[in-house]
């Protein structure tokens, strides 16, 4: 199998497994797909935030949304201007970062009405004056291919609630704060549907602030993991975001900047997880059924997202000698029954897939987001190494991570 011009185990060959692999044409692709929906496009760089991605959204004019103060100071090292980031801090500030953000011209966006005071105490403190600022709506309902990954509704900590706008246009009266943007994301992995009535929402909640320039719609725009279904077409929701803007244009009787959010959409297909396969192993269930596990070196500390959400990806063996197609349960080396890379509704499935042999390489798909940003050292894996690959050309752009790395780290503490 190739990812563009190169074979995947000449990668494995070269660097070892599991290593992380991103497709620049892939990411090209969906760059260009994004940039077509909105007139401002930011990317929700917590979904990967390997400096080479950020340079190349840099490169096509895609700006930031980050969610803390070291994300703000990793884009600003990757090139982008601070009139280029937006930091969203959910539900609170940490001690120093309303004055990073004072100090660097960082436009807020905040989540909380206790986020709006203490953004406006500060601010008086420091005698800065007028400030400008965004608010995270909660508009009451929410949506997400998860329920952990759905940031809307009462069971959501995210966003200022609907309800309650009075009292923090009261708040950023109070700490002469102006309140020039308004914002909302209900989930990663809604549908259009969902996305269609919920920006209506945002322009009757943004209707109630005078001074209002920005409207920012979110992510959370659809994506298909499983290449045997049709992608989701999102190229409707540009003339939906059209007419929400000229909406709100023509209620203040000024042009309204319109933004999008999107992380997922934008990486989760050009990333690639290879890793090889370790052992094959089998029991049976209650019904005498033989169930077939394929044990990979692939484990949830170095891709959470099926163990966490029961997550779909799809996966593929390179092998010269693939044997027939049977159902597999395709698993990791951590010691915890979750670690399963097949799963639905957060338990382990079997997947019907060719029979590898003992060696053969393991290639799982849509790993770009949220792969190795949520990837950890428990067992005391080293972190993996992250290569991209650009046509006939790779390198390796993050080393891997080794024990020695981990402890003296530890050591320097």
Known sequence: MKIEDIEVREIIAKEGSPVYVYSMKALRSAIAEIKELAPLTRYAMKACSNVRILKEMKAHGIHIDAVSIFEVERAMRAGFEPEEICFTSDVFFNSSDVDFCLDNGIYVNCGSL????????????????????????????????????????????????HENLDEVKAIAKEYNLVIDGVHMHIGSGGDMDHLERITGKLVEFAKQFDKVRIINFGGGLPYQYDPSLPQEDISGYRSILEERTARLSKHFGRKILCEIEPGRRFVAGCGYLLGEVRALNHTFDEDGKRLDYV???????????????????????????????????????????????????????????????VGAAVIVGGAGAYGYAMSSNYNSQPLLPEVIVDGGHWEVVRRRQSLDDILREENSA
Not at 131 to 155: D, F, L, M, V
């Open 114 to 161: 206790g986020m709006v005071e203490e953004y406006g105490k500060i601010a008086r403190e420091r005698k800065q004056g007028t400030q400008r600022i965004s608010i995270r709506i909660n508009p009451g309902e929410g949506a997400g291919h998860s329920k952990k990954t759905n940031t809307g509704g009462p069971y959501s900590k995210h966003g200022i609630w």
């Open 295 to 357: 044990l990979t070196n692939i484990g949830f500390c170095h891709l959470l997202r099926p163990m966490a959400y029961g997550s779909f990806h799809p996966i593929w063996f390179d092998d010269d000698q693939l044997g027939e197609e049977k159902d597999l349960i395709v698993a990791g080396p951590v010691c915890e029954s979750g670690d399963v890379l097949t799963q639905k509704d957060e338990e382990p499935v079997p997947r019907k897939l060719p029979m590898p042999n």
